[in-house]
């Protein structure tokens, strides 16, 4: 099984969009994907057609353990689950301040409901902030990808995101590793574009090789800017059902051939194996180096 923390602290850069059409993408390609709405704003419930109102189960349950993780996703689509979340979720911050587990509730959930109903995907998406429920979602996880839209201040964040993945490596789960950063929102033949898909690439080729990010990629798909990609989640569809033919369909369609494509570089073993020991100490982030002044 791959778990997959779909991060970036940053506010809509299309970890959504990601989450969602990757994970339908996986889905179509017949492999069993649950995706995990780790964002009280429930978007990405919302894309997959799940308002999470009333009665209906949440991700609040699993983190204040009313509920297991398999009572709560829901099928959506063909090999295809949601475990939607609303702005109860909001709470949790406040509400595992006291708990011992708090880092490990996402992965103990996980653990449990795979044991039951193997999957081949879990894919967890984060919200916009470096908070309990993404550290959550850093511990239960094998792999980061990181959504980013390459304009000036899109690697201003990065260092503090590869620090707290460090972290998290660090204290809870050593086996985390930044894999790959997916360039969402891209305009096709701008210079902007291109110069900080460039620093990026000098950016990781200078990485620590111990540090978690040191084998991250920059997935060869650029997911273009794409209107119909904007519409899909008011119609509570992923862009495959929305319209297959669309540009933006055809980029989720390629990023989803590259994901699968790793999969034979895979360890295999369960993520979720809890760190006994405590792990090396993984480098800090050096801050991102940025060739133009802003
Ligand atoms: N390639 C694209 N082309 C056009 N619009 C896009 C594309 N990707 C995402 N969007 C739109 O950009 C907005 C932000 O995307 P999204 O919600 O996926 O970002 P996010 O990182 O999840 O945001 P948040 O930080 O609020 O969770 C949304 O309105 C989404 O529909
Ligand atoms: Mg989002």
């Known amino acids: 099984m791959r778990s997959i923390a779909v991060m970036n602290q940053k506010g809509g850069v299309a970890k959504t969009t990601s989450s969602v059409n990757l994970a339908a993408g996986l889905a179509r390609a017949g492999k069993r994907v649950c995706l995990i709405d780790l964002d009280p704003q429930g978007h990405g419930s919302l894309h997959l057609g799940i308002e999470a109102m009333g009665d209906i189960p949440t991700m609040y349950d699993v983190f204040t353990g009313q509920r297991p993780l398999s009572a709560v996703r829901r099928m959506v689509a063909s090999n295809l689950w949601v475990a939607p979340s609303n702005i109860d979720l909001a709470a949790t911050e406040l509400e595992l301040v006291d708990a011992a587990n708090r880092e490990t509730v996402l992965r103990d959930a996980i653990a449990a409901m795979?044991?039951?109903?193997?999957?081949?995907?879990?894919?967890?998406?984060?919200?916009?902030?470096?908070?309990?429920?993404?550290?959550?979602?850093?511990?239960?996880?094998?792999?980061?990808?990181?959504?980013?839209?390459?304009?000036?201040?899109?690697?201003?964040?990065?260092?503090?995101?590869?620090?707290?993945?460090?972290?998290?490596?660090?204290?809870?789960?050593?086996?985390?590793?930044?894999?790959?950063?997916?360039?969402?929102?891209?305009?096709?033949?701008?210079?902007?574009?291109?110069?900080?898909?460039?620093?990026?690439?000098?950016?990781?080729?200078?990485?620590?090789?111990?540090?978690?990010?040191?084998?991250?990629?920059?997935?060869?798909?650029?997911?273009?800017?794409?209107?119909?990609?904007?519409?899909?989640?008011?119609?509570?569809?992923?862009?495959?059902?929305?319209?297959?033919?669309?540009?933006?369909?055809?980029?989720?369609?390629?990023?989803?051939?590259?994901?699968?494509?790793?999969?034979?570089?895979?360890?295999?073993?369960?993520?979720?194996?809890?760190?006994?020991?405590?792990?090396?100490?993984?480098?800090?982030?050096?801050p991102v180096e940025l060739r133009r002044a802003a």
Request: charged share 20%.
């Open 114 to 286: 795979t044991d039951e109903q193997p999957f081949d995907y879990i894919v967890m998406d984060c919200p916009p902030s470096l908070g309990v429920l993404t550290v959550n979602a850093l511990t239960a996880a094998r792999e980061v990808f990181i959504p980013l839209q390459p304009h000036f201040f899109a690697l201003q964040g990065l260092s503090k995101l590869f620090e707290t993945t460090a972290l998290v490596t660090r204290r809870l789960n050593r086996d985390l590793r930044v894999t790959g950063i997916v360039l969402c929102l891209y305009e096709t033949g701008t210079r902007l574009a291109a110069d900080i898909t460039e620093d990026l690439i000098g950016f990781l080729q200078s990485a620590d090789p111990e540090a978690p990010w040191a084998n991250a990629r920059i997935f060869n798909t650029r997911i273009r800017r794409n209107i119909k990609l904007a519409e899909a989640p008011s119609f509570g569809q992923s862009i495959f059902a929305y319209v297959p033919n669309s540009a933006g369909a055809k980029d989720y369609e390629a990023l989803t051939q590259e994901v699968l494509a790793d999969e034979a570089q895979q360890v295999p073993g369960g993520p979720q194996a809890p760190v006994q020991a405590q792990a090396p100490a993984a480098a800090e982030a050096p």
